[in-house]
């Protein structure tokens, strides 16, 4: 049997310029199925960490213009181009927003081999709507495969040619994953994904995002072999689910959960809205009691992590009078000095809000706010 040539377009962001280790373990994983890996940091720093140059056949530095789009892009429009693309039978465009893959990433390819879709990922997102906008189901973009009538159609390549650099976020969902899904579709190509194959098609609901909903199904019953990061946000909705399935990776030997860790870690320092692990810890032993101000979805969640870490929590304080025995309002909560309230919040807004309604009620060391 033919092996299939491939080549490979990884990209890279990060804030502070730092490569981690679940970085170095997805480019040894691609580097074992991929004949030529191009390597995108969108940064023209000096990065820090792994050197991605023991991986990568070659290795670009931009600024983040785009986005993701942007790095495939410019990868491809100005520094592959598409002679040298056409001599592969297949492209793979991967990021970084993603640990794993978990158990090599060839049987991934080898279960999708037989599989008779033109282009695939790793999860479908059903029909839905996001910004107020209506969207159909489609493949969703940070792990992508194109098969080689892809490679070689007109479509493909005036997609990308014609592709304008995506502004914001929101811009590069739908010009980017529902513009290059939509594309293929309506010339004629097929598309699949791996939880496709494992019934993920009749599990996942419309308005549902998999990875951010489903992570431990995907992994356990769905076979599809990473964990995103921002499935365990304390603003993610299924972040009960995603600490599930960072428990079964790591109970399971799937992955080195350190890899994990270390990164989340990092991160907690500077990333919007996240709280600070190691300050957080420290908050956490200096005050006898510690107090969860608010009790919406960025609530439980860290409600959940207190649980995880086998730590207790006083309470969940509001503004307004309580709706349920969980709850105490802050003016009926007789916090004492040696108390400590974490604002757990999840917009930038609220956390301006109680943040004025604290500042005169209790010292600055009582309290604890996510980035922002």
Same mark, same amino acid.
């Given at each position: 049997?033919?092996? #299939? ?16 280790? @679940?970085?170095?373990?997805?480019? &040894? ?10 390597? +995108? ?25 785009? /986005? ?42 080898? &279960? =999708? ?13 059903? !029909? ?11 493949? &969703? ?15 493909? %390549? ?7 650099? *995506? %502004?914001?976020?929101? =811009? ?30 009749? $599990? $996942? ?9 489903? *992570? ?7 076979? +599809? *072999? ?7 946000? /304390?603003?993610?909705?299924? @972040? ?7 428990? $079964? ?7 080195? #959960?350190?890899?994990? %860790? ?7 320092? /500077? ?31 860290? !409600? =959940? ?7 207790? /929590? ?6 307004? !009078?309580? %709706? ?20 757990? +919040? ?10 004025? @309604? ?7 060391? &009582?309290?604890? $706010?996510?980035?922002?």
């Amino acid at each position: 049997m033919k092996k #299939t040539k491939r080549i490979c377009i990884y990209v890279i962001y990060d804030k502070q310029n730092v490569v981690d280790c @679940y970085i170095e373990h997805a480019l &040894q994983e691609l580097r074992s199925c991929s004949d030529y890996i191009l390597v +995108v940091c969108n940064s023209k720093s000096v990065w820090k960490g792994v050197d991605v140059k023991a991986y990568a056949d070659e290795v670009i530095c931009r600024n983040n213009s785009g /986005f993701d789009a942007g790095g495939y892009k410019d990868a491809l429009c100005h520094c592959i181009g598409w002679d040298k693309l056409k001599k592969y039978d297949e492209l793979v465009l991967a990021n970084d927003s993603f640990y794993g893959p978990f158990g090599g990433v060839e049987s991934i390819f080898e &279960q =999708m081999e037989a599989d008779e879709s033109d282009f695939w990922g790793l999860t479908r997102s059903c !029909a839905g709507m996001i910004a107020g906008q209506t969207f159909e189901e489609h493949i &969703q973009s940070y792990f992508l495969v194109f098969k080689k009538n892809v490679i070689n159609s007109d479509a493909f %390549e005036g997609y990308w040619e014609h592709l304008p650099y *995506p %502004e914001t976020m929101d =811009m590069a969902i739908r010009d980017f994953e529902l513009g290059l899904n939509y594309c293929l579709k309506e010339n004629g190509f097929r598309d699949g994904a791996v939880s496709d194959l494992y019934g993920g098609t009749s $599990f $996942f609901r419309d308005d549902e995002n998999p990875y951010l909903k489903y *992570p431990l199904e995907l992994i356990r019953d769905f076979n +599809v *072999p990473i964990l995103k990061h921002k499935a365990l946000s /304390f603003r993610n909705r299924g @972040y009960a689910n995603a600490l599930k399935a960072y428990r $079964f990776i790591g109970e399971n030997h799937l992955y080195p #959960t350190i890899y994990i %860790e270390r990164h989340m870690i990092r991160k907690s320092k /500077f990333e919007e809205g996240m709280i600070d692990y190691e300050r957080l810890e420290d908050f956490y032993k200096k005050h006898v009691r510690v107090f969860l101000y608010g009790h919406g979805t960025y609530g439980n969640n860290v !409600a =959940m992590y207190f649980s995880y870490k086998g730590w207790n /929590f006083a309470g969940f304080l509001v503004t307004c !009078a309580a %709706e349920n025995e969980e709850e105490v309002s802050f003016e009926q909560a007789d916090i004492e000095e040696n108390d400590g309230i974490l604002v757990a +919040v999840g917009t930038k807004e609220m956390c301006r809000e109680i943040s004025g @309604y604290l500042k005169d009620k209790c010292k600055k060391e &009582q309290l604890l $706010f996510p980035n922002w």
